[in-house]
């Protein structure tokens, strides 16, 4: 932790985002960078994509790159939702879109590999992390060179997360107390733990702008040049 300076923390080159949202879940929306969201959780089935690729069974997949797919699922057992199939009276996965990667043919064929163990959906092998229910935003301004930058978060994120989100911006984020009305932030908290209230039912009800009164974070420069 030494290199990390004055400043106490994680270490942030190995840090692991928790929390996704649904914008950053739809910039994932090809084949060859293809993430999916369900059931409150976001995976990254790129892998499984260029294992696939080529294959017609992955083109249902591809055309809800970067979409939330909950609606495929039982959330009750979270498997592909079933239905009896009119054709064998046998109970199969409902895949109205057509047949997909590791779902089993209507009927029994001989050239069907199922050598692939648990099917993509099951387990959290292509898992990396939770969908965001509800997001805010927040503004960021760095006092040493008046910069100010606005990042949607979700509500459950950390500090120290949204400083994560926000290192793309200022390499040495780490290196400023991060101060909300004169107060420093507690960055194990979240925004409304730090009592940075999220007013947007408040806005609406009020049929006020709440893109106006985004509340900010002010950074103030510790003269510790860390750089994550």
Request: hydrophobic fraction near 35%; proline fraction near 6%.
């Amino acid at each position: 932790m030494s290199r990390r300076g004055l400043v106490a923390g994680p270490d942030l080159e190995y840090f692991q985002r928790r929390y996704f949202t649904p914008a950053e879940v739809a910039q994932h929306n090809r084949p060859e960078d293809l993430w999916v969201s369900y059931l409150g959780r976001v995976y990254d089935l790129t892998s499984l994509a260029q294992a696939y690729k080529g294959n017609l069974l992955l083109k249902p997949i591809v055309e809800v790159a970067g979409q939330d797919i909950s609606h495929w699922f039982d959330p009750k057992t979270r498997d592909i939702r079933k239905h009896i199939d009119p054709l064998t009276g046998c109970l199969r996965y409902c895949t109205p879109r057509g047949r997909f990667v590791h779902v089993p043919p209507q009927l029994p064929c001989s050239d069907w590999a199922n050598d692939f163990g648990k099917p993509w959906w099951q387990g959290s092998y292509y898992e990396v992390g939770r969908l965001s229910a509800k997001t805010r935003s927040i503004r960021i301004i760095n006092t040493l060179t008046s910069q100010e930058h606005t990042l949607e978060v979700g509500v459950l994120e950390s500090i120290w997360e949204i400083l994560h989100r926000y290192l793309p911006y200022n390499t040495h984020a780490a290196s400023y107390t991060w101060k909300y009305e004169g107060k420093n932030l507690n960055m194990d908290f979240t925004l409304e733990e730090n009592g940075i209230r999220d007013e947007e039912e408040e806005f609406d009800y009020l049929s006020m702008d709440g893109t106006l009164h985004t509340p900010a974070i002010l950074l103030y420069f510790n003269d510790d040049l860390t750089e994550l």
